[in-house]
């Protein structure tokens, strides 16, 4: 069971292995284990050992000028989490070796034959043509999704309508639960009594809002689960469950969440209503002083948001996802870009949180996240959710957090021994020392690798393996100052 759906995920759906080889053009042939795996991309390499190089479910191609022991190159890629291997007979074998057909067989790893007269180019850019046709098709049952849901928010009896399209369009059970766990109104297919319980449990992970995460998803019953707490403010809860989740069911989910949201609290509180003017009064330049009573005590969080799908329930989705009803779509924010129209993704969407609510990554926006404040520091608060967003851009990040001073702010050495092993923990000594080296030269790339006699290529890798385990913007210079005294108090 987890509490938030995954950080990231690919570019475009997932291809099965089966439609490649389906593939007659190419003439690919499975040699060992099962074709019925997803790949998520495509990667060419000749090295010995191509484990630094691959990121996990991509297809890796190689004609074998390195295979040197197939026993341990099989277990190098397996160990990498790559989805399937390709393996081109010319120009260096004339045939598939034995031992790495038998090396794939006994991890399960998909082995593919590449004839001769098919070039490695042309079986990636027949795969990158499967993911755009699966993103194409996926971008359509979204929107297809979206105008069936505020159809059926159109209806006279609208909260059943909405459960019903939702389950019918990702194929399951939706199911809406009161504030103390108990089903109020459901749709679609019945589902065993496992899977129903689990779905009960799983929406009690959320609890009354705000406070709580905004969605948990597991299994149960053979089914994969989800739960979407509603904004409205009274414990009401979305559960969906079905036989698989496609990439586009989180976003569908979302809009469900949205229109069940306003379908549920039709006529928001005068208190609601005086938090949302205070947020835009506050957004337009009154003194903090004057809306604190109206915010209450705080500590609260700003979140500076862009992307989205272009949609109009964009922004009311990440809303909903966040857990507040306190957004603005202005696009008027500190060092924000004012110019594109509401609901698209060169907009800036500003949010305001109770500092307690979990922000995760939300899948097709990058965030920018303020640190904790009370309500006389929203200002500052504004514009360091603000540098956090224009960092998450410039580094790709899905998500960056205003972090102020780490290690240097400690005074006994024993906690800072004790953060340090903590903080540094994910690391094997090769990639700590790698990155103490690389942060003492100012991360240049070159001196590094002279320092430790490595190739620079082998630098980046470290480097990117220890931003990836660390889950820290390398590029921030308070996340290298935390590093470097981290690694200096060992």
Same mark, same amino acid.
């Given at each position: 069971m987890t509490s938030a759906e995954p950080a990231a995920t690919p570019p475009a759906p997932p291809v099965s292995l089966t439609a490649l080889l389906a593939r007659r053009d190419l003439? $690919?042939? =499975?040699l060992a284990g099962p074709e019925d795996v997803s790949i998520h991309w495509v990667h060419t390499s000749e090295m010995a050992d191509p484990y630094p190089y691959l990121l996990g479910g991509e297809? =890796?191609?190689?004609?074998?000028?390195q295979l040197a022991d197939p026993a341990h190159y099989v277990a190098r890629v397996v160990e990498a989490g790559a989805a399937a291997l390709a393996f081109g007979v010319t120009p260096v074998y004339d045939t598939v070796p034995a031992e790495l057909v038998e090396a794939c067989a006994r991890h399960g790893l998909p082995l593919v034959e590449v004839p001769p007269r098919t070039p490695f180019t042309a079986v990636a850019r027949a795969l990158w043509r499967l993911m755009a046709e699966a993103r194409l098709h996926e971008l359509r049952r979204v929107t /297809?999704? %979206?105008?069936?849901?505020? &159809?059926?928010?159109?209806r006279p009896a609208p909260v059943p309508a909405v459960l019903g399209a939702l389950a019918s369009r990702l194929g399951g059970r939706a199911v809406l639960f009161g504030a103390d766990g108990t089903p109020s109104v459901a749709a679609g297919r019945e589902v065993p009594a496992e899977a129903t319980r689990a779905l009960r449990d799983l929406a009690g992970v +959320?609890?009354?809002?705000? #406070?709580?995460?905004?969605? !948990?998803?597991?299994?149960?019953? #053979? $089914?994969?689960?989800? !739960?979407? @707490?509603?904004?409205? #403010?009274?414990? =009401?809860?979305?559960?969906?469950a079905t036989e698989r989740r496609g990439p586009g069911d989180h976003t569908i989910a979302g809009v469900a969440v949205v229109l069940l949201s306003l379908l549920t609290a039709p006529h928001r509180g005068a208190d609601a209503t005086a938090r949302? #003017? @205070? =947020?835009?009064?506050?957004?337009?330049?009154? @003194?903090?002083? /004057?809306i604190a009573g109206t915010l209450g005590p705080g500590p609260w969080t700003v979140v500076h948001a862009r992307g989205g799908d272009g949609t109009p329930f964009a922004a009311a989705g990440l809303a909903a996802a966040l857990g507040t009803a306190l957004v603005d779509t202005g696009g008027?924010?500190?060092?924000?870009?004012?110019?594109?129209?509401?609901?698209?993704?060169?907009?800036?969407?500003? $949010?305001?949180?109770?500092?307690?609510?979990?922000?995760? @990554?939300?899948?097709?926006?990058?965030?920018?996240?303020? &640190?904790?404040?009370?309500?006389?520091? +929203?200002?500052? !608060?504004?514009? %360091?959710?603000?540098?956090a967003l224009r960092r998450a851009e410039a580094t790709g990040a899905d998500l960056v957090r205003h972090r102020p001073g780490g290690l240097a702010a400690l005074v006994d050495p024993d906690e800072a021994t004790a953060h340090a092993r903590a903080l540094l923990a994910p690391l094997s000594e090769p990639l700590a020392e790698t990155l103490r080296v690389w942060l003492s030269l100012h991360g240049g790339w070159d001196r590094t690798a002279a320092a430790m006699d490595i190739h620079r290529n082998t630098v980046r890798q470290r480097i990117t393996r220890c931003a990836a385990l660390l889950d820290r913007d390398l590029d921030d210079p308070d996340v290298r100052m935390e590093l470097w005294f981290a690694l200096t108090s060992r």
């Open positions: 003439g $690919l042939r =499975l297809l =890796l191609m190689t004609a074998g000028v /297809e999704a %979206q105008q069936s849901l505020a &159809a059926a928010a159109a +959320l609890g009354p809002r705000p #406070g709580g995460p905004a969605s !948990a998803s597991g299994d149960g019953g #053979g $089914l994969r689960l989800a !739960a979407y @707490a509603l904004g409205g #403010g009274d414990g =009401l809860t979305l559960g969906v949302d #003017g @205070a =947020l835009v009064r506050l957004l337009l330049g009154t @003194a903090p002083a /004057e008027t924010g500190t060092g924000g870009r004012g110019d594109a129209a509401p609901g698209t993704p060169g907009q800036t969407v500003r $949010l305001l949180l109770p500092a307690p609510s979990s922000v995760a @990554a939300q899948s097709g926006w990058t965030l920018g996240v303020s &640190a904790p404040v009370d309500a006389d520091g +929203l200002a500052a !608060a504004d514009a %360091q959710a603000a540098r």
